[in-house]
């Protein structure tokens, strides 16, 4: 339910903050005071899978470093256009378990519904920037499918919205769709997977608060966010009022080389989550997307890093490092 306060003529500050993103890597690097040299290898890289980054995010780089965490997310790079052995365009086998579009159903007891294929930023180890959304993604007409596949398997018991980023929808059509999911009587939990309420911190909206308060299902939102510098303080009132709506909020980042792959890092990351009312939830080997095979930490190195973390960390703040398999039956532990 949209709050009467709410003007529905008015362009919501959120959607503002997405039309205003640097688009452009001269712009992002003339902005961050970088080196110039930056610039081919950013405009080859970026005619395959754009340059999108907000504002709200950029300002929390450091202007002059070309390795700052949050930059070597975003910014499109000549290795990107490099083949390796091993990376290819579905990594994960998501287009074999399609059910019906916009539905993937891999794993027991949850489904996991493509509500849109927009993204508020452009993450260059992002595994599914080869996923062919325009075939897969549903509209409201067919979520129809999606809606009667959910209907007809009792043993779903959690709906993951996923994209995408599915708070990339306006608030009205996410609460039509939490309204058609409420229907189905088995299901029980609603999951949000968004990058978003770090990404335009603004998108924490009322109405999104509303639709939260108001749904049977019990609400559980995973944001993604790989670093601390990515928590500033304008995402904590957000993330707050996410959690006073009834919603668990968990964290799921991707192992970054680079950017996340030190146990300060790391520390510093599952420290600054805590702070904010966020447990750390997964932590993902990365996913061998073509494009990314620059950001892969090797798998021993990996499990080094995450032993060291559970010396150094409760247990409660240590993420489970997994990895996706093709046709495996959830996420792998390593
Ligand atoms: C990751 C994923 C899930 C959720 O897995 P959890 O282990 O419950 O977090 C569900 N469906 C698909 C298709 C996924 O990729
Ligand atoms: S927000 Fe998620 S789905 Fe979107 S580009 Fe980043 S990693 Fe990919």
Redo the contacts with the bound molecule.
Sequence with gaps: MIPRSANPCQTPSWRSALGDAFVCPEALIDYLELDRSLLPGARTAAARFGLRVPRTYAARMEKGNPRDPLLLQVLPMGAELEHHPGFGTDP?G?LA?VTSPGL????Q????LIATGACAVNCRYCFRRHFPYQDAAGGSQRWRGALDYLRREPGIR?I?L?GGDPLMMADARLAELIRALETIPHLARL?I?TRMPVIVPERVTDGLLASLKNTRLRPVI?IHCNHANELSGEVHRPLQRLRDAGGTLLN?SVLLKGINDSPEAQIALCESLFETGVLP??LHLLDPVQGAAHFEVRREDAIELHQRLRRRLPGYLVPRL?Q?LAGAP??MPL
């Design positions: 994960v998501d378990a993937l159903h891999k794993y007891g949850r489904a996991l959690e993951i996923s999951r997977h995973v799921q939830y997964y997994v996706e959830a996420k």
